[in-house]
């Protein structure tokens, strides 16, 4: 199974920060790479699928980039309704396999 | 509205079965590849298994810790997704979620609101 490991577990930032979370696979998925935020009791809403594409209604403050191995997920100007939590997920092969999630918190 | 909505959760004694459901409405679900994922209190995010559109062959995969004791099925004249499970174990407490499979996103871009399961004696 691809591994996928997300860094950092959690994070502290302030409103109107730039806040950027990592997510490596354990090996090369090409682009298949989705972000999702999760807030407590919720289910996970779609930010970003195949590395870099903004799902639809998400704000343009969500940016996703990244091939291979190695992604990044970046906020730009981290608002309120953004503390949650993140995790990435591949869809290169089955099992599809989720990284352990980063909790974004209030500074 | 495009919608999953779960149903079926509850508590269950080990080794017992549950059948859980999702409706969908608002797309094409005939068309659609569909997925459950679950959740374990405080923990990540973990893919049951999929279910592919009876037009790319119906055919299913599930994660190795279900493989074996877990169904998916899907009736698309009810618009209707299944989860049976069976021989239930205590790690199988989750959340459970039914998502579309998106094929061109590659991504799961709906969700449904999710139903708790619980394997307690």
């Known amino acids: 199974d691809i591994q996928m490991t997300q860094s950092p577990s959690s994070l502290s930032a302030s409103v109107g920060d730039r806040v950027t979370i990592t997510c490596r696979a354990s090996?090369?998925?090409?682009?298949?790479l989705s972000w999702y935020q999760q807030k407590p009791g919720k289910a996970p809403k779609l930010l970003i699928y195949v590395a870099s594409n903004l799902q639809a209604g998400v704000p343009s403050r969500f940016s996703g980039s990244g091939s291979g191995t190695d992604f990044t997920l970046t906020i730009s100007g981290l608002q309120p309704e953004d503390f949650a939590t993140y995790c990435c997920q591949q869809s290169y092969t089955t099992p599809r396999t989720f990284g352990q999630g980063t909790k974004v918190e209030i500074k | 509205e495009v919608q999953l909505v779960e149903s079926g959760g509850g508590l269950v004694k080990p080794g017992g079965s549950l059948r859980l459901s999702c409706a969908a409405s608002g797309f094409t679900f005939s068309n659609a590849w569909m997925s459950w994922v679950r959740q374990a209190p405080g923990k990540g995010l973990e893919w049951v298994g999929r279910?592919?559109?009876?037009?790319?062959?119906?055919?299913?995969d599930y994660a190795a810790p279900v493989k074996g004791r877990f169904t998916i099925s899907r009736d698309d004249s009810k618009n209707t997704l299944y989860l049976q499970m069976n021989s239930l174990k205590t790690e199988d407490t989750a959340v459970y979620y039914c998502t579309t499979d998106s094929m061109d996103r590659r991504a799961f871009d709906i969700w449904g609101q999710g139903t708790m399961v619980t394997v307690s004696s």
């Open positions: 279910i592919k559109s009876k037009a790319d062959t119906g055919t299913t």
């Open positions: 090996q090369s998925i090409g682009s298949y």
